[in-house]
């Protein structure tokens, strides 16, 4: 028999605390993807070189990237570098893991972006006396990023939802830390993970409208 009482003004108590916790993972996805997505656009570059070492370097991180889960790869950072004397907090394992597989996966969307900008810019950029960095900062590059902006907003959520691998690794100041916090001291389950869950549900739906909101500022013409 259903016998659970709720209690959910004791939980709701807590949702000021939630509330910094999920800054906490919103200021954590953010620099993540910003760094993933300079990380990705290096990778991408590297990806068409002639030369096979950086090439070979590329394509190895994207497809350790994409081919192995998240929660491995924050472990290895965080317990597997600590076995060498490497010892980095829960914080930087999270970012840097995060980070590694945004790259991973921000990469592989900008080698298909950039298989869609047609050859031709680039050569009509060289024949207006541009040199290769030019014409990939001023032609090539706007119009990769218009042809990803959707996949960097969905990448981002994804970010966000990661972030919540942090309390595998001890970290307990961003949303999932502080929920658990509160799990283990009260045994409100329930309560306070779909208080959570809500707030992460929020969070991605924010990102969803800002992004279209976004895009049709900038990508309208």
């Known amino acids: ?15 000021p605390d939630m ?13 993540s993807m910003l760094l993933g997505t300079l990380i990705a656009l290096l990778l991408t570059v590297m990806r068409q070189m002639q030369h096979p070492v950086p090439r ?31 010892h980095v907090s829960s914080w930087v394992a999270l970012v840097a893991g995060i980070t590694f597989n945004n790259a991973g996966y921000l990469a592989e969307n900008f080698r298909g972006g950039l298989k869609a900008v ?18 990939y900062r001023l032609i090539i590059v706007p119009q990769l990023l218009r042809i990803v902006f959707h996949p960097l907003s969905n990448q981002m959520v994804w970010a966000v939802l990661m972030t919540s691998l942090g309390v595998i690794v001890g970290l307990n100041n961003d949303l999932t830390g502080v929920t658990q916090d509160y ?11 779909a208080i959570a869950a809500v707030l992460y549900y929020l969070i991605a739906k924010t990102i969803v409208l800002a ?8 990508f309208r013409y």
């Open 1 to 15: 028999m259903f016998d659970y009482s709720f209690h959910w003004r004791s939980a709701f108590k807590a949702l």
């Open 19 to 31: 509330l910094a916790g999920a800054w906490v993972t919103l200021e954590t996805a953010a620099l």
């Open 56 to 86: 070979h370097f590329a394509n190895t991180w994207v497809s350790i990237a994409r081919n192995t889960p998240s929660l491995f790869q924050i472990y290895i950072l965080y317990f597997g570098l600590g076995s060498f004397g490497l």
């Open 118 to 135: 047609p050859e031709t810019q680039m050569k009509a950029a060289r024949s207006l006396g541009m040199s290769a960095f030019q014409a």
């Open 183 to 193: 799990n283990v001291k009260t045994f409100r389950t329930f309560e306070y993970f």
């Open 211 to 218: 992004a279209r909101l976004m895009a049709w500022r900038l």
